[in-house]
T-cell receptor
């Protein structure tokens, strides 16, 4: 079973709007990573946030991590049609090398 | 695109057969992980290799096995194929230090689409 659970499962927004997706996990982690996948192809790494960090920015992306609630959020600002993809969070359980991916959020940005 | 390549792109096999999938890691990366992704699902971790040794494994039976070579490329072997093995198989490479606290971002290949009939 997947540890991570993304919410919502699907999101449809207009170009220029912000998109927020959330991820919850169950165990202690080393870090949490967000990935994007277009049309069943390989995943692209977006951002990594370590367990001792609370917020991180990269371009139009903003990630927060709340280890007390075991949750993370990914905000994409000023979305573009090219942002249409599935977004996954992945965690690395403390003391292991095991990456666990969530079920994903399917984002559709309408032009 | 990443520097991770996978072969073949697509493959059709019959139930009971064996299959070998290949992955070349990105330059400078010594760690390779393999994932199985069923349609509409997130990737499921199969195992990871660091410097030719398996150092982590997900909930997959022993008929899923792997190898990593001195140049850090890798193979995934699946014996006695079942219909449920039909999926996209993804390989990802990353830097590694042997310390699980230093997990780095992964760079994924385009995947191999396996169909078992």
């Amino acid at each position: 079973s997947q540890q991570g659970e993304e919410d919502p499962q699907a999101l449809s927004i207009q170009e220029g709007e912000n998109a927020t997706m959330n991820c919850s996990y169950k165990t202690s982690i080393n870090n949490l990573q967000w990935y994007r996948q277009n049309s069943g192809r390989g995943l692209v790494h977006l951002i990594l946030i370590r367990s001792n960090e609370r917020e991180k920015h990269s371009g139009r992306l903003r990630v927060t991590l709340d280890t007390s609630k075991k949750s993370s959020s990914l905000l994409i600002t000023a979305s573009r049609a090219a942002d249409t993809a599935s977004y996954f969070c992945a965690t690395v359980t403390s003391g292991t090398y095991k990456y666990i991916f969530g079920t994903g959020t399917r984002l559709k940005v309408l032009a | 695109e990443t520097g991770v390549t996978q072969s073949p792109t697509h493959l059709i096999k019959t139930r009971g057969q064996q299959v070998t999938l290949r992955c070349s890691s990105q330059s400078g990366h010594n760690t390779v992980s393999w994932y199985q992704q069923a349609l509409g699902q997130g990737p499921q971790f199969i195992f990871q290799y660091y410097r030719e040794e398996e150092n982590g494994r997900g909930n997959f039976p022993p008929r899923f096995s792997g190898l990593q070579f001195p140049n850090y490329s890798s193979e995934l072997n699946v014996n006695a194929l079942e219909l449920d093995d039909s999926a996209l198989y993804l390989c990802a490479s990353s830097r590694g230090t042997g310390d699980s606290r230093s997990s780095y971002e992964q760079y994924f290949g385009p995947g191999t689409r396996l169909t078992v009939t």
